[in-house]
């Protein structure tokens, strides 16, 4: 599964571009493609990818009821506008909303609820990887979806080390065999897809996509550009 992450990227005329041009990239029937735009475009690209086997996901969302919540959008409504995926707990909100796994409990289950998918972001700082505390940091935030109760059967994590989002320097094939193994521990589940994310790029994939235990990526930049997004499907298929 390879899923393109805009972040607060693309205007209108630039996302509907973008998704048209995704359309026309190779080999949708045989890895799963998905892309997140900014909310306000979900709605006409889920008409332009209607016929296609491409997903369309939010980027976050909340899991409360409808109600009085200025300037938010809820799962329901996510799903309504044709969405089947939210990605959730991505470094930039922990780090700018203060959202932690446990607070995002509820729109987990929120997302479970409506039968899109929940991609749950893990991930440390460079600091704590430099202070040696990488794997009780992820643990440390895959743990409340285990002690939730929750069914996790439908759950995608992505492993993005905050040090390697953005930089263009995606993690050694190393760190990223080691980590994903100690999140399949954490989980304990063989069915669920583990992403890696974090500067994934055409130069990047292969190292990465041949690392142990990686289902994936999620892809921040080098969505934006369909030439970049369509060779990390293509190292994908020759993995
Ligand atoms: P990047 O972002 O590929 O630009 O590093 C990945 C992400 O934040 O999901």
């Known amino acids: 599964m390879i899923i393109g992450n805009w972040k607060m990227n693309t205007l209108r005329a630039d996302a509907l571009a973008l998704a048209n041009a995704v359309m026309e990239m190779e080999y949708l029937d045989s890895t799963r493609v998905g892309i997140c735009p900014p909310a306000l475009w979900i709605d006409p690209i889920t008409r332009i990818v209607k016929d296609s086997s ?87 935030q ?39 193994a100690t999140v399949r521990e954490v989980i304990n589940r063989n069915d669920t897809l583990v992403l890696y994310g974090g500067s994934v790029s055409p130069e990047s994939a292969d190292d990465v996509f041949n690392a142990e235990g990686v289902s994936g990526a999620l892809v921040g930049g080098a969505s934006l550009n369909v030439s970049k997004f369509a060779a990390i499907v293509a190292a994908w298929e020759r993995k």
């Open 54 to 140: 491409i997903l369309v996901g939010a980027q976050d969302c909340l899991g409360d009821r409808a109600g009085a919540h200025t300037g938010c959008i809820n799962a329901a409504m996510v799903c309504d506008a044709g969405c089947s995926m939210v990605i959730l707990g991505h470094s930039e909100r922990r780090a700018r909303f203060g959202e932690t796994s446990e607070k995002l409990l509820n729109t987990v289950a929120a997302v479970l609820e409506t039968g899109m998918f929940p991609l749950v972001c893990v991930g440390e700082t460079k600091k704590q990887r430099e202070s040696g505390k990488a794997f009780d940091v992820v643990a440390g």
């Open 142 to 180: 895959l743990r409340p979806l285990l002690t939730s109760g929750l069914d996790l059967g439908g759950i995608v994590i992505a492993y993005e080390p905050v040090w390697a989002i953005g930089t263009g320097l995606s993690a050694s094939r190393k760190d990223i065999e080691e980590m994903h």
